[in-house]
């Protein structure tokens, strides 16, 4: 079975304070991605990776960086965590070859909460 | 760009009524298209895709969904809820020119005893 695990499930940070959510997936997937999930909103994509060193931006990356130093390995950043960001976190991985990249295997999630 | 509606942001039904989500598309292009349900405090667990060939997809735990191209819908059905249905459910469409998936705002399935 495909496992994706974030390192927290509930956070909850102060205005300001550096954020680090890692999420670690044990599939040798090549993409990874990150999201926020909002209700009423759906899934909007931050920051996306096709490789190690690679990242590319998504939807709504302002306000977050990531990093990917190992293929299994892909971490969001909140850089100066603010109110705006409190939202469930969702990262997700795939495989790099044609006909399967599409199908994401997502972990449990990281509810974050900025006051 | 592609876009994906899913109409109503809550849908409910009787236990043991039929479930019927819906689910269209903007793509002129048939993209792969995917199901997925998230339970309360969960990730996303795939539940269906529609990637090419047969039209009627089945899922898991009784759930099927039929690719109709020249509606661009992927309505997802189940013959019969129950409880253990409610959660919400979204629908996604890749992009085939890339690695992403555009999903649907989502649509919470709530099952009345």
């Known amino acids: 079975d495909v496992k994706v695990t974030q390192s927290s499930r509930y956070l909850v940070k102060r205005t300001g304070e550096k954020v680090f959510l890692e999420c670690v997936q044990d599939?040798?997937?090549?993409?990874m991605f990150w999201y926020r999930q909002d209700p009423g909103l759906g899934l909007r994509l931050i920051y996306f990776?096709?490789?190690?060193?690679?990242?590319e931006k998504g939807d709504i990356p302002e306000g977050y960086s990531v990093s990917r130093e190992k293929k299994e390995r892909f971490s969001l950043i909140l850089e100066s965590a603010s109110t705006n960001q409190t939202s469930m976190y969702l990262c997700?991985?795939?495989?790099?070859?044609?006909?399967?990249?599409?199908?994401?295997?997502f972990g449990p999630g990281t509810r974050l909460t900025v006051t | 760009a592609q876009s994906v509606t899913q109409l109503g942001s809550h849908v409910s039904v009787s236990e043991g009524a039929l479930v019927l989500l819906r689910c269209n598309y903007s793509?002129?292009?048939?993209?792969?298209l995917f199901w997925y349900v998230q339970y309360p405090n969960q990730g996303l667990q795939l539940l269906l895709k529609?990637?090419?060939?047969a039209t009627l997809v089945k899922g898991i735990n009784g759930f099927e969904a039929e690719f109709k191209k020249s509606e661009t819908s992927f309505h997802l059905t189940k013959p019969s809820a129950h409880m253990s249905d409610a959660a919400e459910y979204f629908c996604?469409?890749?992009?085939?020119?890339?690695?992403?998936?555009?999903w649907g705002a989502g649509t919470k399935l709530i099952i009345k005893p």
């Open positions: 990776s096709y490789d190690v060193k690679m990242k």
């Open positions: 529609y990637t090419t060939g």
């Open positions: 599939m040798d997937h090549e993409n």
């Open positions: 996604a469409v890749s992009e085939r020119s890339n690695y992403q998936l555009i």
């Open positions: 997700a991985s795939s495989f790099g070859r044609s006909g399967l990249r599409y199908e994401q295997y």
């Open positions: 793509s002129s292009v048939p993209p792969y």
